[in-house]
């Protein structure tokens, strides 16, 4: 599916801010529902990084959600980050198997058909995540809010907490004006760097290393 994502992310220094977050939504007259998966993201690039020269991104994602395991493909497009609102084109393709090599085989012939660049195609880092979403229903909007525990592993490993607030459907002024409020109240300061762009800066960062 091609679609376009719109999303505010905010820093997280310490899981104490997840609880800010949390109690500032008490506020709101909204419906939430939650639910936990377990994601392991891990991206390709080609060996001369064609994609990453793009500032573009292939994901291969493994979710794994109440005892069931799926994969998808994502490939985004550059992200542009204002103010902590980040906004790319992205297409996302379900992979119709639940075993990872199959998995792989179905995503290298995927991203093939998607980019002519997607070739010889080499996993360069990883990002696991336990993450909780609050599925957010407001009356003109609906929208997701994600509290993400990561260990980015680059040849170097880090951990990162972040939350994520996206817009799935409705009126897109009424979900901006929410996540302004939400980040006013719970005091939330817009991210810097997302995860993707921390693990390409820990591969540079080992490059002038060595």
Known sequence: MTDKETEFKWQIADR???DKIKKALLLFDCACGF????????YFDTPDCALSAEKAAL?????????????????????????????????????NSANREEAIKLFRAKAAELNPKALNLKAIFSIGNKRKICHIKAKDFEGELSFDDCLIKARRRKKMLEA???????EMSSFKKFAALLAERAGLKAAVKS?????RALLAEDKIDV
């Open 35 to 42: 639910s936990a998966p377990n994601l392991l993201d891990t």
């Open 16 to 18: 104490t801010d997840f």
């Open 195 to 199: 995860k993707v762009a921390t693990a």
């Open 59 to 95: 994901r291969l994602r493994r979710i794994r959600l109440a005892g069931q395991t799926r994969y998808e493909l994502t490939f985004k497009s550059a992200t542009s980050i204002v103010d902590g609102l980040a906004q790319r084109r992205e297409i996302t393709v379900p992979l």
């Open 164 to 170: 994520e607030f996206e817009f799935k459907k409705g």
